[in-house]
Each structure stands twice: as structure tokens, then as C-alpha cells.
């Protein structure tokens, strides 16, 4: 049974920061691009991040620069270090492969306000 879990959410001001995770479950992680997805109410799921098996990465321009994402293979685990978080950056944040291939997760709510 495939499963994603996304705790570490939470509330922020703005400049803050936070770390997400995500934990997989039941797939060969290492070998999936992984992503990070957030969504707000009334818009699409958009792809903030991803990172490849090996490592390369790529960033939504609104978050390039303040964003990094990572992946430990040995912990079946990706990573999202959010830096000067932003009243916009509000949203529920999803992880998923690249593209979102499989069930989605209850995902984590990030709230950046002041």
C-alpha cells in the first residue's frame, strides 16, 4: 500500500521558516522524481518543487531562491526548507512523484501570516 505522510506544518510569520517532510511508503522511492505540490481554496494544485533520483532539482519561479528541496534515499524521505515565507506562500503543500502518480496525502496546512 502506497502512502505519503506530510507533517511539519504550521503557523509562520512573515520571513519565517519552516521544514516540511513527506515519508514514503510502499513504492522504490529512489528511483521517482519527487515533488512538492501546494494548493489554495478555488486554484489548482501547483508543483512548487522537484528533485530527481539523483539529486537535480527544480523550483516554481515564486519560490526559487527561498526554497530548497531534498531527498534521503535511506529514509524514503523529501524534504522542503521554506525561507522567507510569504503571505502568498499560505496553502495547503502536498508531496507527491513527479507527476503526481499516486494517492494524494491529507497534505500539511502552511500558514504564513502576522
Known amino acids: 500500500q502506497v502512502q505519503l505522510v506530510e507533517p511539519g506544518g504550521g503557523l509562520v510569520q512573515p520571513g519565517g521558516s519552516l521544514r516540511l517532510s513527506c515519508a514514503a511508503s510502499g513504492i522504490i522511492f529512489r528511483i521517482y522524481t519527487m515533488g512538492w505540490y501546494r494548493q489554495t481554496p478555488g486554484k489548482q494544485r501547483e508543483l512548487v518543487a522537484r528533485?530527481?533520483?539523483?539529486?537535480?532539482?527544480n523550483y516554481a519561479d515564486s519560490v526559487r531562491g527561498r526554497f530548497t528541496i531534498s531527498r534521503d534515499n535511506d529514509r524514503n524521505t523529501v524534504y522542503l526548507q521554506m525561507n522567507s515565507l510569504k503571505l502568498e506562500d499560505t496553502a495547503v503543500y502536498y508531496c507527491?512523484?513527479?507527476?503526481?502518480?499516486?494517492?494524494w496525502g491529507q497534505g500539511t496546512q502552511v500558514s504564513v501570516s502576522s
Open positions: 507527491n512523484t513527479y507527476p503526481g502518480s499516486l494517492e
Open positions: 528533485v530527481t533520483s539523483i539529486g537535480a532539482t
